[in-house]
């Protein structure tokens, strides 16, 4: 069974910072491409940053370049989002998911999802 399980979410203050870990089983990690998904109220699930299956290669949204970062730890099966320089309009539920893609920032690209985690960054 594929679970890919998020943590590291909670409230921070603007200026903050926080690592969001996402943890994968049930399929082969190494050959699957990541990426970071996250949805505020009332607004659609927009694209934040993925990493390729080598791990060599990272794309991030405008909006996050330059203060998020995307890694990806093989030996633990498990991708990580650093989070910097924080402000409100990055409060949304983050989610991770995985997939053999073809266009990265493609929402419906992506097989597996996990449940999301609440990162609320407070003015």
């Known amino acids: 069974q594929v679970q890919l399980v998020e943590s590291g979410g909670g409230l921070v203050q603007a200026g903050g910072s926080l690592r969001l870990s996402c943890a994968a089983s049930?399929?082969?990690?190494?050959?699957?491409?990541m990426a970071w998904f996250r949805q505020a109220p009332g607004k659609e699930r927009e694209f934040v940053a993925a990493i390729g299956w080598s791990g060599g290669s990272t794309y991030y949204a405008d909006s996050v370049k330059g203060r998020f970062t995307i890694s990806r730890e093989r030996v633990k099966n498990t991708v990580y989002l650093q989070m910097n320089s924080l402000n409100p309009e990055d409060t949304a539920v983050y989610f991770c998911a995985a997939g053999r893609v073809e266009d990265v920032t493609r929402l419906r690209d992506y097989n597996y999802w996990g449940q999301g985690t609440q990162v609320t960054v407070s003015s």
């Open positions: 049930g399929f082969i990690f190494s050959r699957y491409t």
